[in-house]
């Protein structure tokens, strides 16, 4: 972690591994239901979760690793000219676009025959 860290960065960071420690878990086990049943609902369940899962990742990550970039660690996303905010939306747009994503893909599984 960047020495920079603030202590909402940390409780973020603590918030965002919770996350995805449970919807990783939520995924597996989506998944072994599916693999004993053959019911195909499962595997759309679990294909849900594990978007939403991932977006939550890929967007705390994206956000440290832009933002480790302005602290001097040269990360060559957008050419190194970003400011907070920029970050900030970029991150969130990702996630909320996963998220949106995974849930139309469990709604799917909710439905499906």
């Known amino acids: 972690m960047s020495p920079h860290a603030t202590p909402g960065t940390i409780v973020l960071v603590a918030l965002k591994t919770i996350t995805l420690i449970l919807g990783g878990m939520i ?51 957008f050419g190194g000219n970003v400011d907070n905010q920029t970050v900030a939306d970029f991150a969130l747009a990702i996630e909320s676009a996963l998220t949106a ?5 469990i709604v799917y599984s909710l439905y499906s025959e």
Do not use: C, E, H, M
């Open 27 to 77: 995924t597996y086990f989506s998944y072994k239901a599916y693999r004993r049943s053959g019911a195909q609902p499962l595997w759309y369940l679990a294909v849900g979760f594990g978007v939403v899962t991932a977006g939550t990742f890929l967007a705390g990550a994206i956000d440290q690793a832009i933002r480790f970039s302005l602290f001097g660690v040269n990360v060559p996303l």
């Open 101 to 105: 994503t995974g849930f139309a893909v």
